[in-house]
């Protein structure tokens, strides 16, 4: 392929490095990146959200072992709206490779599609698009496991009786849809459970709050709410605690960024599934790195990595407290 045989040019004497960005300069517009090894562009979900900014450090550190350069860029909301134009951007500049963890499983389809037709394969990395074959690699949780093991986790708190809500991000992000897919086919296994609403927060803690509250007014009795992220998961303890609640309605959240940990601490939150973001991150940049050598055959088309469970009880276990987000990216 197009990319294999650029990999191996990068890889050239210092000498073929140069023609080779002379002609780059001559064909790409002027910011390319050319000369050197090919810069690898990472881009987030959101960029102000802890799971990404880990996965960023485990990207950087692999790309710095590796001798790549690595960009980090993304939107400051989680969507297309805000991911596509910096998709745009990053299109005119030519990078080696992608890796993407696009916010809607259609929307991103054609601007992803702009790449390959460019010559950059693409790896997704968290969440997907529904037409993997722009895809050299899929990289991702087991988000109906994790969704499965929230469910047990609630119903193991509700003595396996009663009512539960989920309060999840908005339909169409792959991984979400799965843990709610998940959680549903999980609590649907207890005759005697319900979910008795599922509401849509927008990726924002605060209508994560506001609606958790509403939840716990509309069902007086409510066992537990699904948090299905970082921000859903953080707005729902806090509505919890702002009801006083805490200890009569359980709180299962997704992910472990500091918010969260805290609450996990503090008993509000019961159960943490947690992702290994950083794992996803080096393992992009060495499918990415292995497709511009030449070994594109070696890159697995789907990685799907395990969660980890973190209870109030095991949240000071350092073998559990090491899989904790980070908060600042690496340079
Ligand atoms: O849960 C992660 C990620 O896996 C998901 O795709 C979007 O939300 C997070 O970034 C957490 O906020």
């Known amino acids: 392929m197009f990319w294999q045989k ?6 050239a004497t210092s000498l073929a490095r140069a023609i080779l960005a002379a002609a ?4 790409a517009p002027a910011a390319a990146w050319a000369a050197g090894p090919a810069t690898l562009a990472l ?3 959101i960029t102000t959200d802890a799971f990404y900014i880990t996965m960023q450090r485990g990207a950087a550190a692999e790309a710095k072992k590796l001798g790549y350069p690595l960009i980090w860029q993304g939107g400051a909301s989680f969507s297309p709206e805000t991911q596509i134009p910096v998709l745009q951007a990053l299109l005119a500049k030519h990078p080696g490779a992608l890796m993407i963890a696009p916010t809607d499983t259609t929307a991103l389809i054609n601007p992803i599609r702009q790449f390959v037709q460019a010559h950059i ?3 997704a ?3 997907t698009i529904t037409d993997a074959s722009l895809l050299q690699s899929q990289i991702t949780s087991n988000n109906i496991q994790g969704g499965e093991a929230a469910a047990n986790a609630i119903a193991a708190f509700a003595h396996q009786t009663g009512e539960v809500a989920v309060i999840n991000v908005k339909p169409g992000i792959s991984t979400t849809d799965e843990r709610q897919k998940g959680f549903l086919a999980a609590i649907a296994k207890y005759p005697n459970m319900k979910v008795a609403a599922i509401e849509y927060d927008d990726d924002s803690p605060t209508n994560a709050f506001t609606e958790a509250q509403l939840l716990l007014l509309k069902y007086p009795k409510l066992k537990g709410i699904f948090g299905t992220n970082v921000f859903s998961a953080e707005g729902v303890g806090k509505a919890v605690v702002a009801a006083g609640k805490k200890g009569s309605v359980d709180v299962v959240g997704y992910d472990a960024e500091p918010d969260e940990v805290t609450l996990l601490k503090q008993g509000v939150i019961t159960t943490l599934i947690i992702q290994q973001p950083a794992k996803e991150g080096s393992l992009a940049v060495q499918y990415a790195v292995d497709i511009l050598s030449g070994r594109a055959s070696a890159v ?3 990685m799907q990595l395990d969660n980890v469970v973190a209870t109030t009880a095991t949240a000071d276990d350092p073998k559990v407290a090491q899989y904790f987000y980070q908060t600042q990216t690496l340079p």
């Open 6 to 11: 650029r990999a191996t040019r990068n890889r």
């Open 24 to 27: 780059a300069i001559a064909t």
């Open 43 to 45: 881009v987030p979900g």
């Open 121 to 123: 394969p693409v790896i």
């Open 125 to 127: 990395v968290d969440t």
């Open 300 to 302: 697995p088309k789907t």
